[in-house]
């Protein structure tokens, strides 16, 4: 098991085929996200048909391997990010790893912005040395989900090539932080960076790009402010 680190999130950007909502759309998305396989590769093949998928050329010529986020929903095991590997294993022949996986139950899917950067998903799973990954998972909002993941590999001496999202918001395609936005951070609440560090183990600096911004654009900011010293104290 590896902890998200204390270091930069260096991933490029990911890739998101659809827009955020999308899958809450599709009539098959319930029972797949509730651990009905069948209904995920119904959702996957509807969604993934209509993308072009030499996109991923770049990974086969690295011969990348596919790791899912295969994760404990409260409603149940969401299939949908297996469904996702296992499709682009059949097209495209990539390999897929399925040892590894969140070793905790975190709900991440009904937790607000603010929740989501105190409740990190751990990893648990033996790493190739070497081996090149591409994470996937069904929606992403935070990004804080494949930091983590990425977190793991890394610590563990793999590298992570990209990381691939069904559905998001299109601006939390950027998960490497801004240092501008870093700045920004530390100006509104850097006297609680200490705290915040003590809390979730890493700094303002591991935090992604949607993390920080929604840190830094959070309204009233002095509900960001109780949230950290709360948590800070929790831990007295």
Do not use: C, W
């Amino acid at each position: 098991m590896a902890k998200r680190g204390n270091h930069p999130v260096n991933l490029a950007d990911a890739l998101i085929f659809h827009s955020l909502g999308t899958l809450n759309e599709h009539p098959h998305y319930p029972a797949a996200k509730a651990g009905d396989f069948d209904a995920a590769l119904l959702v996957v093949d509807d969604l993934l048909s209509t993308v072009d998928l030499n996109i991923f050329k770049p990974y086969l010529d690295q011969k990348a391997t596919l790791l899912p986020v295969l994760a404990q929903e409260a409603q149940g095991r969401n299939k949908i990010p297996l469904a996702i590997a296992l499709y682009l294993e059949n097209q495209l022949g990539l390999k897929v790893e399925l040892g590894i996986g969140q070793l905790t139950k975190v709900s991440r899917t009904t937790l607000s912005g603010l929740d989501r950067v105190f409740v990190i998903p751990e990893f648990s799973g033996t790493v190739l040395k070497g081996q090149s990954y591409v994470l996937l998972d069904d929606t992403l909002t935070q990004g804080g989900t494949f930091a983590a993941l990425a977190s793991h590999l890394q610590q563990q001496n793999a590298s992570v090539l990209g990381a691939v999202a069904l559905t998001g918001k299109q601006y939390s395609a950027r998960l490497k932080l801004d240092l501008t936005l870093l700045e920004q951070l530390r100006h509104k609440h850097g006297e609680l960076e200490e705290a915040f560090q003590t809390i979730n183990g890493y700094n303002y600096a591991a935090l992604t790009q949607s993390e920080a911004r929604m840190l830094v654009n959070f309204k009233p900011a002095e509900q960001v402010k109780k949230r950290i010293l709360t948590e800070s104290h929790s831990l007295d």
